[in-house]
């Protein structure tokens, strides 16, 4: 069975950093990659990230580029969102999700019908 299971959410002060973690199992791919999403309430899903599983290529979405760090380690089989300078507005349930293959185009970075596998999400939420 595949899994994707995030942890590391949790309560911060603006200003403040968390760690959030992605531990991937069973995935049927040798080459894929692994985006991070967020939704609050009231509001659509957003891309934030995603990440080569194998060679490390980043994308960022402009709303948390300069702040947000993704990351992976192959043999522990996760991949990692390090949240820097935290904001009220990004409190929001976090979610971890995977597809096949690298993204070719920047129109499809974070099409959410593409990924095919998705973690239960870990909120987070920074007070002011």
């Known amino acids: 069975e595949v899994q994707l299971v995030e942890s590391g959410g949790g309560l911060v002060q603006a200003g403040g950093s968390l760690r959030l973690s992605c531990a991937a199992s069973?995935?049927?791919?040798?080459?894929?990659?692994i985006a991070w999403f967020r939704q609050a309430p009231g509001k659509e899903r957003e891309g934030l990230s995603c990440?080569?599983?194998?060679?490390?290529?980043?994308t960022y979405a402009d709303s948390v580029k300069g702040r947000f760090t993704t990351s992976n380690d192959n043999a522990l089989k996760t991949v990692y969102l390090q949240m820097n300078s935290l904001k009220p507005e990004d409190t929001a349930v976090y979610s971890c999700?995977?597809?096949?293959?690298?993204?070719?185009?920047?129109?499809?970075?974070?099409?959410?019908?593409?990924?095919?596998?998705w973690g239960q999400g870990t909120q987070v939420t920074v007070s002011s």
């Open positions: 999700a995977s597809r096949p293959q690298w993204p070719a185009y920047a129109n499809t970075y974070y099409r959410e019908d593409l990924y095919n596998y």
């Open positions: 069973g995935l049927p791919f040798d080459d894929y990659a």
């Open positions: 990440i080569n599983s194998n060679n490390g290529n980043t």
